[in-house]
């Protein structure tokens, strides 16, 4: 048990064009693409048993970015693409109150909340109450429910801003650079998430390549 601790440390130390995270997680979410350009994928919950990762639920349809996958430190605003490597998970909100059993923040989306992509803003990357930005409290149910996606946690101007999961438009239509899937399987991973819960999002040969050096599970 110590080898693998030590084994996910290294990796996230280690130069690798992925943005760094907590390490060793009780819980983890994996989004894996195809490849590069694909926009769709398929996201697996995973719990910590020892050693060993055991999978949670079945597996669910997600669409990732128009643009398909993008390395987190070469993504830019405004390209269309997800970003790719291991991430943190920040607040949610939502229209209504909180899904049942929510452990995450919490933060109901008013009209004055607004996630800023201005990247000359002290703002940006930051869902805030805002006087420009993007409406976190839409006219349709896209973001009936968000998670935030702590990619670009330095706030760099220009490296990218407002990524979240939240509901897919229908299982064909990408999103614009953020992981989208159906309201009632969003629903039930808010339910699961907790504040150590890691989320890696990758093309399934770039997934296999890593899998050694980040601990990750053995997908079938």
């Not at 899904?99 to 990247?119: F, G, H, M, N």
């Not at 002290?122 to 805002?130: D, G, M």
């Not at 839409?138 to 220009?158: C, I």
Request: hydrophobic share 40%; with cysteine; aromatic share 8%.
């Amino acid at each position: 048990m110590r080898a693998f601790v030590q084994a996910l440390v290294l990796a996230a130390l280690a130069p690798n064009g992925f943005a760094e995270a907590p390490t060793a997680p009780r819980k983890l979410v994996t989004v894996v693409t195809a490849d590069w350009k694909a926009t769709t994928g398929e996201l697996q919950r995973w719990q910590r048993a020892g050693k060993r990762w055991r999978a949670i639920g079945a597996p669910i349809a997600v669409v990732v970015g128009k643009s398909g996958l993008a390395l987190a430190d070469d993504k830019r605003e405004g390209d269309g693409a997800s970003p790719a490597g291991r991430f943190a998970l920040g607040e949610v909100t939502g229209y209504d109150a909180a899904p049942p059993r929510t452990r995450l923040t919490y933060r109901a989306a008013t009209p004055e909340v607004r996630c800023v992509d201005d990247s000359q803003s002290p703002l940006y990357n930051r869902v805030a109450v805002a006087d420009r930005g993007e409406r976190m409290r839409r006219d349709d149910e896209l973001y009936r429910y968000t998670v935030f996606v702590r990619h670009n946690d330095a706030h760099t101007p220009g490296r990218g801003s407002c990524i979240f999961l939240h509901v897919w438009k229908d299982a064909a239509s990408p999103t614009v650079g953020c992981t989208a899937m159906a309201l009632d399987d969003l629903r039930a991973l808010i339910a699961w998430l907790d504040r150590d819960t890691l989320l890696v999002q990758l093309p399934r040969a770039e997934y296999e390549a890593r899998q050694r050096d980040w601990g990750l599970p053995q997908r079938k």
